[in-house]
């Protein structure tokens, strides 16, 4: 076990089925919101808008709508929704919806507070990685699906456009204040869409427990989380409404999230990054999911010592005299996940990414998101990054 570690995790959670109405009565940041949502119509359609501007008034808190966000958010809708924020006078964020919608609350959250470009503060590829001075307006997060786990981590992934520039952002501003996740507002996920945010938070621990800042907290969340996500993912796929999958990978998404928090994601996610940067019709989860079996088969080779323990927490007979050898039992339960959510068939060529942006996807990755690759278990060349790849097709 480590003996050195800091544990800085400040956001107050309120879990479980039916917490949504808890709205009207919790003490919130402020008393003026600058509510977020996607651009589709999901948060209207299924009520969820309407639900939570009830419960604001019922709290005696004003608001105000800002509805642009898209699944891959871009840095000009920040800008957009911060400009929002301030002419109206709010002193808090709310963000209601999926990673997206959550991530670029907390992203509008600092450039309603502080000047300049929010390109400026992020770190790496052109990002001029400046300090937040002036802090962040409070965020509420309310999370609509289970996958992200940013209501419980400081994370922002925004695009920057004329870049192709796909990076993570956060600082100590930018946890949640406070986090509602009622998994009765996840039931209405379609079943592919339930699959690829359930694989992005069982990815999350398990880069978590094999990168090189892992803690004894995270460690025992993130074995947790994969365990959760194994046995229940493929029930909620095949049943919505199965409340009692939908709560535990709810809990499983939200315990992923503080493993971000106190561990971090590894290059796999950096690869992923650049994939959805040049092709933002890519959804993150499906793009992990694409190139899991080629990422991990290679780590398992390099390092197998922890993917043991990953392939006992998905319940997996472990095999052979060697740890190389009962690492594989890690990348069997791997295979057997993806198709029992059925998502065997993913292909990156089914997506239009071609053979030859290889190269140019590598470099993207290792310059906008090198940071990932600085804490994997295994040091990975330019060469290597692109064999992946490669062996994704």
Known sequence: MKSNFTYFMPTEIIFGPGTLEKLATVRLPGKKALLVIGSGNSMRKHGYLDRVTSYLKQNNVDYVVYDKILPNPIADHVAEGAKLAKENECDFVIGLGGGSTIDSSKA????????????????????????????ALPIVAIPTTAGTGTESDPWAVVTKTETNEKIGFGCKYTYPTLSIVDPELMVSIPPKFT???????????????????NQPGSDVLA????????????????????????????????AAGIVESLSSCISHHSMEHAL??????????????????SYFSFMASKVPDRFVD???????????????????????????????IGMEDLSLSGFGVKEDEIEKLSRNAMDTMGGLFQVDPYKLSLEEVMSIYKNCF
């Open 310 to 340: 990953i392939a006992k927490a998905m319940g997996e007979e472990i095999n052979g005299a060697t740890k190389e050898e009962q690492a594989i039992s890690f990348i069997k339960g791997l295979k057997k996940l993806i198709k029992n």
């Open 195 to 213: 699959a690829y945010q359930g694989m992005d938070a069982f990815f999350h621990s398990v880069e978590g427990y094999l990168a090189t800042v």
């Open 276 to 293: 959805s940067a040049y092709h933002p019709d890519i959804p993150h989860g499906a793009g992990l999911i694409m190139l899991s079996v």
């Open 108 to 135: 509008i959250a600092v450039m309603a507070k502080n000047p300049g470009d929010y390109w400026d503060y992020v770190s790496g590829g052109s990002g001029k990685g400046m300090e937040v001075k002036n802090g």
């Open 223 to 254: 074995l947790q989380s994969i365990n959760l996500i194994t046995e229940n993912l493929p029930k909620a796929v095949e049943d919505g409404n199965n409340i009692e999958a939908r709560t535990a990978l709810a809990w499983a998404s939200t």
